[in-house]
């Protein structure tokens, strides 16, 4: 497949904190990195995303007295996984992987700073109302096409991927530049999500500029 001008590589939270050592360790996280710095040579746009949470984020199990990291409770907006306290703004667990060497990116989106509310997409939070702001960028900028990589595969990146498509953007998965968390079935049931939406799974040898 041939990358476009109005084309945008996502690069989904390629953060410390995923990747191995880190609170939120990703199982060989800071591999996507390689593959990532290959296929970005093919985009003129580069966003890149920061997972950034509040000390005492909802999302974090160590706000829940009782709960414990990786059960679910009911939250407002629905069922929310409790995590590990990770990326918390500020902090080294919260920088890029110092790997990451994306100087050209024209945009680093941070999501997640709202206490009360997750935001795995890049798109929207977990209420899946309200929205980072993304789209409207991309929108004034005339991009209109996303390939997505980075962590979490299941996580991240997939709600980024289908709520692409819900705006109507085309989005493309590049499986070779993401890892997966694969918590309870996820990576099965994001993968039918990516079938019935028009999610694209691909991998950077299929692309070329
Ligand atoms: C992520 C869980 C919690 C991710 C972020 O980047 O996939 N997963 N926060
Ligand atoms: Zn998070």
Redesign the pocket.
Known sequence: MKITPTDVLLV??V?ND?CPGGA?A?ADGDAVINPIHRVAQHFQHIILTQ?W?TLDHN?FASDHPGKKPFEQIKLAYGLQ?L?PD??VQGTPGADFHPALHLTRAELILRK?FRRTI?S?SAFFENDRTTATGLAGYMRERGLNRVFLT???Y????G?SALDARRLSLPAIVLRDACRA?NLNGSVVEIEQEFKATGVELMNIADLSS
């Open positions: 989904i939270d953060q995923f939120l990703v997972d949470h999302s996984t995590w990770h990326c997640g997750d795995y980075g962590l979490a299941d996580y991240c990146v709600y968390i």
